[in-house]
């Protein structure tokens, strides 16, 4: 039995997802002057986290229904970057009102799926053989030169967008539907026809994947920005459609919040919501 082609994967970003319920009443217990001190304290950090370059940012969210009140949503160049932000986050007085209800680890992931296609046909061609050096060497090539014409993607910015929606996904490894074991054309096919969807909905919504296979508990994280929530009811819905989803995809949980710029923060915790979202 071959060898099975496992699609090229281009990696950036490290992103962690955080979500948190305040504990309000422990907050409201505080007097005013305490209050106003540990927003500006807060405000200040995440002013300077929605100032840095792509991949090096983070932004807040108000979270809608029982998941979270909070979510931080963190880029960065690795894991120990991560590591910094989520230990900053700690040490901010405003984290002693914070319990966490979720986290969400992942890296930024490009698949390639029409890349590997085209390099496994190009030397197969050429009679080079998978595993040989000359095909390390050609496939690195070609890695390399996806890596520098993609490298914007691969550490984005968070975009400004008013709406997030956040979920993990799987694909299917049963007995009956096993993705891993689909051919790889047949893979490539159903991959191709599930982005031509996704493309419709390019100037609505931004979407950010994530790769955390060995790194969380499903494969990918999805990220998706729009200025409204509708589109993300009709891409997903959309989307349910084609084969990949339709028979190959599980799904976890998906979280819909607003984003909370820096300066607004202080009215996010006050409950002045439309004032902090608008």
């Not at 975009?159 to 007995?175: A, H, I, Q, V």
Request: overall charge negative; aromatic content about 12%.
């Amino acid at each position: 039995m071959s060898n099975p082609i496992v699609p090229f994967t281009l990696e950036g970003a490290s992103v962690l997802h955080q979500m948190f319920h305040v504990r309000w009443d422990e907050w409201r217990a505080l007097d005013g002057q305490t209050r106003a001190a540990i927003v500006h304290e807060w405000s200040e950090w995440l002013t300077m986290q929605e100032g840095a370059e792509g991949g090096e940012q983070s932004a807040a969210y108000a979270l809608l229904g029982h998941k979270g009140d909070l979510m931080l949503l963190h880029y960065r160049r690795d894991f120990v970057g991560l590591l910094e932000a989520q230990s900053q986050v700690q040490l901010l007085r405003l984290s002693e009102f914070l319990d966490v209800s979720n986290s969400y680890l992942s890296i930024v992931e490009l698949g390639l799926y029409e890349s590997t296609r085209k390099i496994h046909d190009d030397l197969k061609e050429r009679g080079i053989e998978p595993g040989t050096p000359e095909w390390e060497s050609a496939s690195a090539e070609v890695l390399d030169r996806q890596r520098r014409a993609m490298a914007g993607r691969l550490a984005p910015e968070i975009p400004e967008s008013r709406y997030l929606c956040f979920y993990p996904m799987d694909r299917k490894r049963g007995e009956d539907k096993n993705w891993y074991q689909v051919p790889f054309a047949d893979r490539q096919k159903m991959m191709h026809e599930h982005g031509m969807i996704g493309r419709k909905y390019g100037g609505v919504v931004k979407q950010v994947i994530s790769g955390s296979i060995g790194l969380d508990n499903w494969e990918w994280a999805v990220d998706l920005f729009a200025e409204s929530p509708v589109p993300f009811k009709q891409l997903i819905y959309e989307m349910r459609f084609d084969e990949v989803s339709a028979v190959y995809a599980l799904f976890g949980e998906f979280c819909i919040g607003l984003r909370v710029p820096s300066e607004k923060f202080s009215c996010f915790m006050k409950g002045e919501i439309r004032n902090a979202v608008e």
